[in-house]
């Protein structure tokens, strides 16, 4: 029988194997940023070692890249292939929800881990997919990031490549040299890239305003304070004065009320003309003679967001108008980066239907036609397929020019007397608990962010809408009534077919 | 061409004695095989070594100068058939593909070739696609070995021992005349490192020899009575000829103290982990110099009983590390342990886990429990009796999404699933089967179109029950590299033959795009080995397919849509099969953008087209998101207080494929989107024109914006 074998003191080299994870999405470069890491050590004269997966994963799925090093001597270390949960230095994530997801694997721990993280998203399908707003919450992968990371390097990487003409990886590894996790200088990062000989002065570039924002405080959100909507106005001096009247009604509103008026007023305003605003705080007056301070004008609140998104909706005249102006064109030119001496063209993907060009007509004509399937069928026939308007020519510019001016006769479309009748129907019902539940009212009126989009997508807002107005019929007199019509609206805004709103619908019948 | 380029690495390959070799595990392997003296290379790509077939090609040119021959199989049982060379010739052959998926394909031949046994050098180098970042099936390719009786090297992940391990398998296959299988893991084929390289050895027979003095010997066909003898002949000559050479050139190492109440048997590829493990409980130093004893199994069938019995006397506690299931080793070496009588204590799937990868985190785990129980005096302190408690830190499974891979940014693939998302809500639900490649994706999340994938070329197979018809049709997806693996026998010659009344939407997208782009017959591009440019069209016709319908731009979202409409609906009886062809996105962007980078840097004039969104026409609803997935178009928080979702928004790595165009055409979705083609170097006249244009534009904008308030110039 051998003696057992005693406890060893632990080698002490095995504590110097810096160890070093890259957590990417496919297509971002951690293949390069990997080669310029171990290139960076091995002329630094460590022994490294780097793996990766190549595959399928790396086809926008998440992949890690997996980086030790130790200084070289004349025997080989034995190195990982992967990483371990609590035993990895220098953590670098090339995207927020990287970041969470290389927390959520235990590669982040408060005794070792320096976490170099890009605040940008590039967000999953599945919370683009939602009606809703189904985009991750950064605020809570960021609160973990404190707590779990010995040090934290958190900045928007992606957008410091981007403005240097490079991409994220010069920024990361940019970083990764400002954090000085590493014991190499600032000169051997920027050999490794230019070793690497591909895209050298951009890289370099992208690697300073890296390593700058790893070396500076944390890089604050760079958000300029945007102006109230409505706090920049001109126009001709008739205009301004019809302007000022408006400006002066909601001066008089209650203040919590007063910012969302304003919103309110300009887009009705810029959606038609003074008058119609003049409506606008009409209804919005209406609700205002019914709400008090003791809710702090909540409802007000509502209606002033919801009854201007109700009156500005969203019809041919108001697309083409949209299209046509010239700060769009200019938007436009800056968003695709044209230089001196480039030119632009324009498609638009227009598809009108029977019930688009119905909507059109005056009010008693359209309603006729909508009633009339023949009339219908033969309004697709004519115009029903797809066309691509190339407005930066003339033709196609002036015809939705043309169409873009036709706010004077917009009252007396069609559209525009289905959209009125909607709205008063809607106030009615949103408005009719008002004396008994309160709160049952101000959801009420939220739920008007259901109905959006265009053509069968609005038809499926508008019947999401309806459900849960019917649904908040059965609630009536219930205490919790106003929680559940929130919850049926968040319900709807899960899945386009409104499954979920029918599973939160049949949950409440059979409780009723 | 391959979406990765090994030109200049190649080069490396050309070193001699007493230089060294730094670079990738696959490369090694390629500089081993030249080493080696190796006659014909071949194989199928599929990850993890489809860099290794990538290499290969790359290499051809200094394959050609030795002699050797470089085949690119049409499949993995084609790569292993082609072994057969070494049945009667003395010359070195290596083939690879992925395990175990390309191991299931290549089986049949696999089998025979075991029974006929080879003279020269056989070589199967596997990628065992095993754990994190696996695409397929979790199995292990080691059942294969057992069952043909052929020897599975596992070497430890390091470029000096898996270059060690080609040498030793050609060796070992000559001296037992039984193929050798060398498999690598996921992260050992990348894995980098420096080894000292050799001359290159050219085959002393080339296959060229070869064919001007062929050979037969019945006695190697496998046909009663010579299969009964080759049975007996594994068991009687060839295995215990392995068992000699294993024994006798140290395949197998021992680490650590000689003497020693414990130890640990490992999977050559799972030292290094293993060694972690230690190293992290204070029991192995950095260089893996080690106070447990370790045996280390770089040959892991067939186990060398003799050697195993020396390493357990003495021992009482064995622990057997070896990572998937079932557990073929310690099985082995239990009734080892048993027919022997023995005493000692053998651990293995009761402190490892049974099922999935071996991870840092499970070894040390592993490790750990098998010395609480063998030798808990050896454990350091923290880990007897932790006394630091590990920091809170919150859950955020709830908050970050999965991120599963999905189409490229511009995937001609997308607008084909586009478009039968469009027929599924117009006729409804349809069984769907899916197939191996890229276009399997379509089965997630946004078109979640397609249910089951049987195997590479078998989506339309695996339709096969609903042949003989119904109230709707079934659809099977292909791609362009399963037709030519295996789909166009197994699949569309069965539905023919069968007379199948359902539809198969073929993708064609230029290449074996899933696993690097890789040509395949109907690949467009020249080139200079390889037949291409084999209509896949053709081939249908060939084998009796009377409906097709070739889609030339899959990015018309209409055609495709009233294309596989017309498939589901029409009169005709029959197979119907629709050939959706548009090039990968990946290769194309590639293959182009030097190319236009070039021309605009000359002067020429260049169209560059990318998508938009207007923000104040879109309302965030999302529709055109859950009919696109496109990386490029994501969503957009305004600053807005009058709205409450986020609008979309496509961000500069739109490649303007038009998808996003067709689809709010086709499924009338909304306005919002626009195509903006920035015209570099315009000519005169184009210039002149657009001013014009632009001046007539200019003054009806400023009338109308003069007679009107402009209020929400600070919205976006």
């Known amino acids: 029988m051998n003696m057992p074998l005693q406890q060893q003191t632990p080698d002490a080299r095995v504590g110097e194997i810096i160890k070093l994870a890259v957590l990417a999405v496919g297509g971002q470069g951690g293949g390069v940023l990997t080669g310029w890491i171990e290139a960076l050590a091995r002329a630094q004269g460590y022994a490294c070692q780097a793996t990766s997966v190549a595959g399928v994963a790396q086809r926008t799925g998440a992949t890690i890249y997996y980086v030790e090093m130790t200084p070289q001597s004349d025997q080989a270390p034995v190195f990982a292939l992967a990483p371990s949960g609590g035993d990895v230095d220098v953590m670098i994530a090339a995207e927020m929800m990287e970041v969470g997801r290389s927390i959520m694997r235990g590669f982040v721990t408060p005794d070792r881990t320096t976490l170099i993280g890009s605040t940008h998203r590039a967000l999953a399908v599945s919370e683009k997919m939602a009606p809703g707003d189904g985009i991750a919450d950064a605020d809570e992968v960021r609160a973990a990031a404190e707590i779990a990371a010995q040090r934290l390097i958190l900045a928007d990487m992606d957008r410091l490549a981007i403005e240097q003409g490079s991409v994220i990886s010069s920024s990361l590894f940019g970083a990764l040299a400002g954090s000085g996790a590493l014991p190499f200088p600032r000169a051997a990062f920027e050999e490794a890239i230019c070793a690497g000989g591909k895209g050298v002065e951009a890289s370099l570039r992208g690697f300073a305003a890296g390593y700058d924002a790893a070396q500076g405080d944390e890089v604050a959100a760079v958000s300029a304070p945007v102006e109230a909507a409505g706090g920049k106005v001109n126009g001709p001096a008739a205009l301004m004065k019809e302007w000022q009247t408006l400006m002066a009604r909601i001066a008089a509103m209650p203040g919590p009320v007063q910012d969302m008026a304003k919103a309110g007023l300009a887009k009705v305003v810029d959606f038609q003309d003074c008058a119609y605003g003049g409506e606008y705080l009409d209804h919005l007056d209406g609700v205002l003679a019914r709400d008090s301070a003791a809710r702090d004008w909540a409802l007000s609140a509502a209606a002033a967001k919801y009854i201007a998104n109700a009156m500005a909706y969203d019809d041919i005249i108001r697309v083409a108008d949209l299209k046509t102006r010239s700060t769009r064109f200019d938007r436009i030119t800056g968003e695709m980066n044209v230089e001196e001496g480039q030119l632009v063209e324009l498609t638009e993907f227009f598809h009108p239907r029977a019930e688009e060009i119905a909507s059109l007509m005056p009010a008693k004509m359209g309603a006729k036609w909508e009633a009339d399937p023949r009339r219908m069928a033969m309004l697709d026939r004519w115009f029903n397929k797809g066309r691509r308007l190339r407005t930066h020519r003339l033709r196609s510019f002036v015809m939705l020019h043309l169409l873009g001016g036709l706010k004077g006769y917009r009252r007396r479309t069609r559209r525009h007397e289905v959209e009125q009748a909607h709205l008063t129907e809607w106030l009615r019902q949103s408005l009719a608990p008002l004396e008994r539940d309160y709160a049952l009212s101000v959801e009420l009126l939220k739920c008007r962010r259901l109905i959006k989009g265009y053509s069968d997508t609005h038809v499926r807002g508008l019947s999401k809408f309806a459900t849960v107005m019917e649904a908040a019929k059965l609630l009536d007199g219930r205490e919790d009534a106003a929680d559940w019509v929130a919850r049926l609206r968040e319900a709807a805004l899960q899945d386009p077919d409104g499954k979920a709103l029918d599973g939160a619908v049949q949950t409440i019948r059979s409780f009723i | 061409m391959a979406e990765r380029s090994f030109k200049a690495e190649v080069e490396h390959l050309r070193k001699g004695a007493g230089d060294t070799f730094t670079g990738e595990g696959i490369l090694a392997i390629t500089k081993a095989l030249l080493e080696n003296g190796v006659g014909y290379v071949g194989g199928y790509q599929g990850a993890p070594i489809s860099h290794l077939m990538d290499v290969l090609a790359d290499a051809e040119e200094l394959m050609a100068e030795l002699g050797v021959r470089f085949e690119a199989n049409a499949s993995e049982a084609a790569a292993a058939a082609m072994l057969a060379a070494s049945v009667h010739y003395p010359i070195r052959g290596a083939v690879t593909f992925k395990g175990p998926v390309g191991v299931n394909v290549a089986s049949d031949a696999l089998a025979n070739l075991c029974s006929s046994g080879v003279n020269g050098g056989a070589l199967i180098i596997v990628g065992e696609d095993y754990g994190e970042g696996s695409s397929i099936m979790q199995e292990r390719s080691h059942g294969f070995a057992m069952k043909s009786q052929f020897w599975l090297l596992d070497p430890r992940p390091n470029l000096p021992s898996i270059t060690k391990a080609v040498k030793d398998g050609f060796e070992l296959s000559e001296a037992s005349n039984t193929p050798v299988m060398l498999m690598v893991r996921i992260r050992s084929c990348h894995v980098t490192g420096s080894f000292e390289t050799r001359d290159n050895v050219a085959p002393p027979l080339t296959v060229k020899q070869a064919i001007a003095n062929p050979q037969s010997d019945f006695n190697r066909v496998v046909l009663p009575p010579m299969s009964y003898v080759h049975e007996q002949d594994k068991i009687k000559n060839r295995w215990p000829a392995a068992e000699k050479f294993i024994t006798e050139n140290k395949l197998n190492e021992v680490f650590g103290p000689e003497k020693a109440p414990l130890g640990i048997v490992v999977q050559g590829g799972m030292y290094n982990g293993l060694i972690r493990a230690l190293q992290r409980l204070g029991l192995a130093d950095v260089f893996g110099n080690t106070e447990v004893p370790i045996y280390c199994l770089n040959v892991t069938y067939p186990i060398v009983r003799d050697e195993f019995d020396a390493f357990c006397a003495g021992k009482d506690h064995i622990l057997v590390v070896e990572e998937g299931q079932p557990e073929h080793i310690e099985q082995q070496l239990g009734a080892f342990l048993y027919k022997a009588g023995a005493k000692l204590k053998l651990y293995g799937k009761d402190v490892l886990p049974m099922a999935g990868e071996y991870t840092g985190q499970v070894m040390l785990d592993g490790v750990t429990a098998f010395l609480k129980a063998a030798a808990p005096e050896m454990l350091p302190g923290k880990v007897r009796a932790p006394n630091a408690e590990a920091p809170q830190i919150p859950d955020l499974s709830k908050t970050v999404p999965i991120r599963p891979p999905g ?252 998808n996003c165009g067709e689809v709010a055409d086709a499924a009338v979705l909304c306005p919002s989107f626009y195509r903006a083609d920035v015209v570099h170097n315009p000519g005169g006249f184009e210039r002149w024109r657009a001013g014009l244009r632009g001046r007539v534009i200019g003054w009806l904008q400023e009338r109308r914006a003069g007679k009107r308030l402009s209020v929400l110039e600070t919205a976006p």
């Open chain 2, 407 to 658: 189409f490229c940014t511009g995937c001609p693939e997308r607008p084909i699933f586009a478009g039968m998302k469009l027929v599924e809500q117009e006729l409804g639900k349809h069984q769907i089967t899916g197939d191996i490649g890229c276009h399997l994706f379509g089965s997630l999340p946004p078109f979640e179109i397609g249910g089951a994938t049987m195997g590479y070329g078998l989506g339309p197979a695996a339709n096969a029950a609903f042949d003989g018809g119904g109230d709707r049709r079934a659809i099977s997806m292909l791609g362009d590299g399963g037709f030519w693996h295996n789909g166009l026998s197994s699949s569309i010659g069965n539905m023919v033959f069968n007379k199948s009344d359902n539809v198969v939407v073929i993708v064609d997208n230029y290449y074996s795009a899933a696993t690097g782009g890789q040509d395949v017959l109907s690949s467009r591009a020249h080139n200079d080995t390889k037949s291409t440019g084999n209509p896949i069209s053709a081939a249908l016709k060939g084998v009796g397919v009377e409906w097709i319908r070739q889609i030339d731009h899959t990015y018309d979202v209409a055609k495709v849509r009233d294309t596989v409409r017309e498939a589901l609906l029409t009169d005709f009886k029959g197979p119907k099969v629709i050939v959706a062809s548009s090039e990968c996105m990946l290769n194309k962007q590639r293959r182009e953008k030097p190319l236009r980078t070039a021309a605009i840097k000359e002067g020429r004039r260049v169209d560059v087209p990318r998508f938009g969104v207007d923000a104040d026409v879109c309302t965030g609803d999302h529709a055109c998101i859950r009919l696109s997935g496109c990386p490029s178009l994501s969503l957009k928080r305004l600053d807005d207080p009058l709205r409450d979702d986020p609008v979309a928004h496509i961000d500069q790595t739109c490649v303007g494929c038009g």
